[in-house]
């Protein structure tokens, strides 16, 4: 069965360090990655996804994922965290294009000035 | 701002009554998927279609659920008898699936409330 752990429920970090938000998962097959951001009150906001290929991938807002083929990872990190980047996170797999996604508990980013 | 929408955005309900939403997706995307999602959790598989195939259901889908798409456009998912347990956010997703991406775009969400 497929799964995804985020073992953090919320991370902190102060306006200008780096951040890591962590994400592993479980899945028959190759993996299709995928972070959303959500914001209260609002649906999820796609911000990357791996398919293949460089195992280093960039998104929206300045987000970058690294896959891990061997610890069956794939952390989100931005090199300098901004205020307005606190939401909450979530990864999601899949094992095939076009079928449903199975997203982790999410992460709770408070990014403080 | 996705494109993919989502009626109503909040609704309350008491026990025992019949709901249904609506979401109206990118009409080029010809994959939509409803979620449901609960407090401090991420968002669960309910079923998806493609056109107006339902192709798939999760077990969270009880008898009490029925999601139709009958013109492969617009969606709506239907819950009757509700109970408290069916609190929750109601998100609907459209996948691009013409366009070779693999990403899923969601829609605001709808907010039930059973009272």
């Known amino acids: 069965a497929q799964s995804v752990a985020q073992p953090e429920d919320q991370v902190n970090v102060a306006e200008g360090n780096p951040l890591t938000v962590k994400c592993t998962y479980s899945?028959?097959?190759?993996?299709?990655l995928f972070w959303y951001v959500q914001y209260p009150n609002r649906g999820l906001q796609f911000l990357l996804k791996y398919i293949t290929g460089d195992n280093l991938v960039k998104g929206s807002y300045g987000f970058e994922a690294e896959f891990n083929k061997s610890q069956t990872s794939f952390h989100l990190k931005k090199p300098s965290a901004l205020v307005s980047d606190s939401a909450l996170y979530f990864c999601?797999?899949?094992?095939?294009?076009?079928?449903?996604?199975?997203f982790g508990k999410g992460t709770t980013l408070s990014v403080s000035s | 701002d996705t494109g993919v929408s989502q009626d109503p955005r909040h609704k309350i309900t008491k026990r025992g009554q019949n709901v249904t939403f609506r979401c109206d997706p990118i009409?080029?995307?010809?994959?939509l998927y409803w979620y449901r999602q609960t407090l401090g959790q991420g968002p669960e598989f309910l079923t998806y279609f493609q056109n107006e195939a339902q192709l798939e259901k999760s077990r969270l889908l009880s008898d009490r659920f029925s999601a139709e798409r009958p013109k492969g456009s617009f969606s709506t998912l239907e819950i009757q008898r509700t109970e408290q347990g069916d609190s929750a956010m109601y998100l609907c997703a459209n996948h691009p699936y013409d366009r070779g991406v693999s990403e899923q775009y969601f829609g605001p969400g709808t907010r039930l409330t059973v009272t």
């Open positions: 899945v028959s097959g190759n993996p299709y």
């Open positions: 999601a797999v899949s094992n095939q294009a076009g079928t449903a996604l199975i």
């Open positions: 009409s080029e995307h010809n994959r």
